[in-house]
């Protein structure tokens, strides 16, 4: 056997040395985010096909008489389709791979069949449920919504349907899509076209570039450099960061489509935008939650985000997209930092966003005294909506990667890999974070030697430590990296793993005097009481906001002077991950923000002086 400590700090659409498990080889084990992924599932499954297609039978000149679904897919809206035919498509796709759910799949075959009949109709390729007047006004520079966006939702859907289902007529559809917009922009010079992408355009690049991936049709990467912007591009290929005043999950999608460039070109300048944009938004622009934006937009210069703590901070979608990045940055580097971020923000700023009934969150308040809101069941199907429907069906993505015949262990989330073409699996249960470790457990026919690589966090405490069948070894990695073990592998061979957490607190970017407080991946948050009981300030049919003056900030608690340890914290005798802390007033109980559900909270401390 050999224990090494590996580095600090194949999958068809993951392109580095690493590979992300297919999907359909991880399965969630009881736990929170099983049960989580559960609720998502169920909801998707209480939404009816016809209703789903309403709009793109209209729009294709085919009659229906179903009820249309409200919010953003209102007949009337001009987003209408987005979450129809690409958020779902995704998610049931996602959630047949992740837990083998049938009926799920079934449901996709038959939005993906009711999608086909509609492109039939309109006889050129061409797929939305809006008319292609909307691109002719984006075209002529008036005013529009995001044609593209949607456009690009209903391409990925489709991508993702033939993906993780093998729904052929999926990929036939999305290469049809993806001729209509060659068409489109073939009477379109450059400077037009530059000022249409001026308007938020989604993953076009993306969905295209995968689409090349797939198929090996140049035509395909032709039409994807299309979708790219030299005004925002040539500024991060120069390390400048002039993102300010930018809507943020406008241009995270631009970004891991410049990351599939890399990825399927090899063009090295790709893949340096890649990394500074990500590093600049996660150092400079985030916050504590993992996630980033105030109002949608990066709003300050970078580092110093003082004064943006509100009601609309943290656009749920952009830790959608955030996450995307981290992984494909991941796979190219093996840097653990990078999966450290992706679990911040998954432990953090996903799971606690869906409620019991499957509804999502738009807005992450941090302004201290507010509240979760979600939206409805009919009557919002917002972008964010939809990215949650797809993240909670595939929490499983992330937990296992490998390299030839190594196996990486990226989270701690009870589960089981089972790896067929080497007939090896490995049983992960845990209970963390309630639990500060995780054991895995190996079954093979017959003896095998692997390597199996478990990320050492960058939040790991002293004292780290882990056991093969109850020996503990000798050596252990730094924190932020991976400890790499090297043996022939038994059946019912078991790795212990001890990874202390401490608290800690981390500074506002720009406002040393402002600071949050975790522990290991958790971010603590004050419980300040119960929030209001009128549903309508819970659950919204609108933009995803609270009635103006409904969650007016209360005043944050005072902490005392602190030194980045967070020793005014306290850890509260036999129970699981319960705090108190002192502030002016007295002593407030403090619990990880992922467990907030129907309180006010503060997630932001004043320090005293």
């Given at each position: ?5 590996g580095?600090?700090g194949?999958?068809?659409l993951?392109g580095g040395?690493?590979?992300?498990f297919?999907?359909?080889?991880v399965r ?15 909801y ?6 016809d209703?789903?297609l ?7 000149g ?5 009820t ?9 809206s001009e ?7 690409g958020h779902?498509l995704?998610a049931?796709?996602?959630a047949?791979a ?6 799920l799949?079934?449901k ?6 009711g999608?086909?009949?509609c492109?039939?109709a309109?006889g050129n390729?061409?797929?939305?449920a ?8 984006l075209a002529r ?7 593209f966006?949607t ?6 859907g ?8 093998g ?6 559809v999305?290469?049809g ?6 068409t489109?922009?073939a ?9 249409m992408l001026?308007?938020?355009?989604g993953?076009m ?6 689409l ?5 049709k140049?035509r395909y ?7 790219e912007?030299?005004s925002f591009?040539?500024p991060l290929a ?7 005043g930018?809507h943020?999950?406008t241009?995270v999608p631009?970004?891991i489509g410049?990351?599939r460039?890399?990825e399927?070109t090899g063009?090295t300048r790709?893949?340096r935008?890649?990394e500074?944009f990500?590093e600049?938004v996660l ?7 993992g996630?980033?934006?105030d ?7 970078a580092g ?10 943290a656009?749920c979608c952009?830790a ?10 991941f796979?190219w580097?093996?840097?653990?930092r990078?999966?450290d971020a992706?679990e ?11 409620n ?5 969150q ?5 302004a201290?005294?507010?509240w979760?809101?979600y939206g409805?069941?009919?009557d ?5 909506a939809?990215t949650g ?23 701690f ?5 089972t ?9 992960q249960?845990?209970r963390?974070?309630?639990e500060?470790?995780?054991e895995?457990?190996?079954?093979v026919?017959?003896?095998q ?8 966090p ?6 780290g430590q ?7 070894l000798?050596?252990?990695a730094e924190?932020?990296?991976y400890l790499?073990?090297?043996?022939v592998?038994?059946?019912?061979d078991?790795?212990s793993i001890?990874?202390p957490m401490s608290?800690?607190?981390?500074m506002?970017p720009g406002d040393?005097?402002?600071?949050a407080?975790l ?7 004050a419980?300040?009481?119960?929030g209001?009981?009128?549903?309508s300030?819970?659950?919204l049919?609108?933009r995803g906001?609270?009635p ?26 036999g129970k699981?991950l319960s705090?108190?802390a002192q502030q002016?007033?007295?002593t407030?109980?403090?619990i990880?923000?992922?467990?907030i559900?129907?309180?006010?909270y ?8």
């Amino acid at each position: 056997m050999r224990a090494q400590q590996g580095q600090k700090g194949s999958n068809l659409l993951l392109g580095g040395p690493l590979a992300a498990f297919p999907m359909a080889s991880v399965r969630l084990l009881d736990g929170e985010f099983k049960s989580a992924a559960d609720i998502n599932e169920r909801y998707l499954d209480s939404l009816s096909v016809d209703r789903l297609l309403h709009s793109f039978r209209l729009t294709a000149g085919i009659a229906s008489t179903a009820t249309p679904y409200g919010g953003w897919e209102l007949p009337t809206s001009e987003l209408r389709g987005h979450f129809v035919g690409g958020h779902f498509l995704s998610a049931v796709a996602f959630a047949y791979a992740g837990s083998g759910n049938v009926t799920l799949r079934d449901k996709g075959n038959d939005v993906v069949s009711g999608l086909a009949a509609c492109q039939k109709a309109n006889g050129n390729g061409y797929l939305s449920a809006y008319p292609t007047d909307f691109f002719e006004r984006l075209a002529r520079g008036q005013q529009v919504w995001a044609p593209f966006y949607t456009y690009h939702k209903i391409m990925a859907g489709m991508i993702d349907m033939y993906l993780q289902t093998g729904n052929e007529d999926a990929l036939r559809v999305a290469e049809g899509m993806a001729g209509w917009v060659s068409t489109f922009f073939a009477g379109i010079g450059d400077d037009q076209r530059q000022r249409m992408l001026r308007v938020e355009y989604g993953g076009m690049n993306e969905a295209l570039v995968n689409l090349y991936s797939i198929t090996g049709k140049e035509r395909y990467l032709a039409i994807s450099h299309m979708f790219e912007q030299p005004s925002f591009l040539d500024p991060l290929a120069a390390r400048r960061d002039e993102l300010q005043g930018l809507h943020a999950n406008t241009h995270v999608p631009k970004i891991i489509g410049a990351a599939r460039m890399y990825e399927v070109t090899g063009d090295t300048r790709y893949r340096r935008i890649s990394e500074y944009f990500l590093e600049e938004v996660l150092t400079a622009r985030s916050y504590a939650i993992g996630n980033t934006s105030d109002d949608e937009h990066w709003r300050t210069p970078a580092g110093n985000l003082s004064g943006t703590l509100s009601l609309k901070n943290a656009e749920c979608c952009v830790a959608y997209n955030l996450m995307k990045l981290d992984r494909h940055v991941f796979t190219w580097t093996g840097d653990a930092r990078w999966l450290d971020a992706y679990e911040r923000t998954l432990f953090n700023a996903r799971l606690g966003t869906q409620n019991g009934e499957g509804l999502k969150q738009y807005f992450f308040p941090l302004a201290a005294g507010y509240w979760r809101v979600y939206g409805s069941a009919e009557d919002s199907f917002w972008c964010c909506a939809g990215t949650g429907a797809e993240d909670f069906a595939k929490f499983g993505d992330t937990i296992y990667f490998h390299k030839g015949g190594d196996v990486y262990v990226n989270l701690f989330l009870a589960s089981v890999l089972t790896w067929k073409e080497q007939n090896f699996t490995l049983r992960q249960e845990t209970r963390f974070p309630l639990e500060s470790g995780t054991e895995l457990t190996i079954g093979v026919s017959s003896p095998q030697e692997h390597t199996i690589a478990v990320r050492i966090p960058g939040w790991t405490a002293p004292d780290g430590q882990i056991a093969i069948n109850g020996k503990p070894l000798e050596t252990f990695a730094e924190p932020g990296s991976y400890l790499s073990i090297t043996r022939v592998w038994r059946d019912g061979d078991k790795v212990s793993i001890k990874l202390p957490m401490s608290v800690r607190e981390e500074m506002l970017p720009g406002d040393p005097q402002t600071v949050a407080a975790l522990y290991g991946p958790l971010v603590l948050a004050a419980n300040l009481g119960a929030g209001p009981t009128d549903e309508s300030l819970r659950v919204l049919k609108g933009r995803g906001t609270a009635p103006a003056g409904a969650g007016a900030p209360m005043s944050l608690p005072i902490a005392k002077a602190g030194k980045g340890s967070a020793d005014w914290l306290e850890q509260t005798a036999g129970k699981d991950l319960s705090f108190r802390a002192q502030q002016a007033a007295g002593t407030v109980d403090v619990i990880p923000m992922c467990r907030i559900g129907d309180q006010r909270y503060s997630v932001y401390w004043q320090r005293s002086t």
